[in-house]
T-cell receptor, first 119, second 114 residues
Framework: GAVVSQHPSRVICKSGTSVKIECRSLDFQATTMFWYRQFPKKSLMLMAT?????????EQGVEKDKFLINHASLTLSTLTVTSAHPEDSSFYIC????FGGGAAKNIQYFGAGTRLSVL | AQSVTQPDIHITVSEGASLELRCNYSYGATPYLFWYVQSPGQGLQLLLKYFSGDTLVQGIKGFEAEFKRSQSSFNLRKPSVHWSDAAEYFC????????????FGTGTRLTVIP
């Protein structure tokens, strides 16, 4: 089955520093990856859609300069939280959609998430 | 506007009992429907999906779901719950055309008591 690896699983950083989270599709190529944020006891909030080789599409209210997304290859997307502050502390989850299109491929496979704690 | 409603925030069932988790959606086009399960501190695992065809779909871990277009529902069921099924369950809807993103419900937390 399709596997998505997300790293790191947990990170603690000081306020003002930047943190990079990686999302890799291990056994398939993903033209599209998604970044979600999940608040405690809440659902997933889509932050941005990342397409390989092009700029990410951010959802309304998500600061693109704050949350930098790069999707340089068909198997890797990164989310960088710049100048992190305590309010950025959250659980971040990525997902990847397999390249090739069609109904059978329109499935998102999720990483295990990254718990970010900003002190 | 697209939305997914999971009316039950928390459900407690006894091990071995049957389970039904409710999901209603509002979507402008023909939807794709999904159920995902999330264990504490983990990502989401796909349980099952509906794209087209047979409205009763089978998933992993003994779960099934039935798509009822007339009721805009996609309820998840399991005939006999195991203690390991305790987790958070999310229903999601996506488009069959165009945009690829999913809309998630707020989740239902399942507690299983011995």
């Amino acid at each position: 089955g399709a596997v998505v690896s997300q790293h790191p699983s947990r990170v603690i950083c000081k306020s003002g520093t930047s943190v990079k989270i990686e999302c890799r599709s291990l056994d398939f190529q993903a033209t599209t990856m998604f970044w979600y944020r999940q608040f405690p006891k809440k659902s997933l909030m889509l932050m941005a859609t990342s397409n390989e080789g092009s700029k990410a599409t951010y959802e309304q209210g998500v600061e693109k300069d704050k949350f930098l997304i790069n999707h340089a290859s068909l198997t890797l997307s990164t989310l960088t939280v710049t100048s992190a502050h305590p309010e950025d502390s959250s659980f971040y989850i990525c997902s990847a959609r397999e390249f090739g299109g069609g109904a059978a491929k329109n499935i998102q496979y999720f990483g295990a998430g990254t718990r970010l704690s900003v002190l | 506007a697209q939305s997914v409603t999971q009316p039950d925030i928390h459900i407690t069932v006894s091990e071995g009992a049957s389970l039904e988790l409710r999901c209603n959606y509002s979507y402008g086009a023909t939807p794709y429907l999904f159920w995902y399960v999330q264990s504490p501190g983990q990502g989401l695992q796909l349980l099952l999906k509906y794209f087209s065809g047979d409205t009763l779909v089978q998933g992993i871990k003994g779960f099934e779901a039935e798509f009822k277009r007339s009721q805009s529902s996609f309820n998840l069921r399991k005939p006999s719950v195991h203690w390991s099924d305790a987790a958070e369950y999310f229903c999601a809807v996506g488009s069959q055309t165009g945009a690829n993103n999913l809309f998630f419900g707020t989740g239902t937390r399942l507690t299983v008591i011995p």
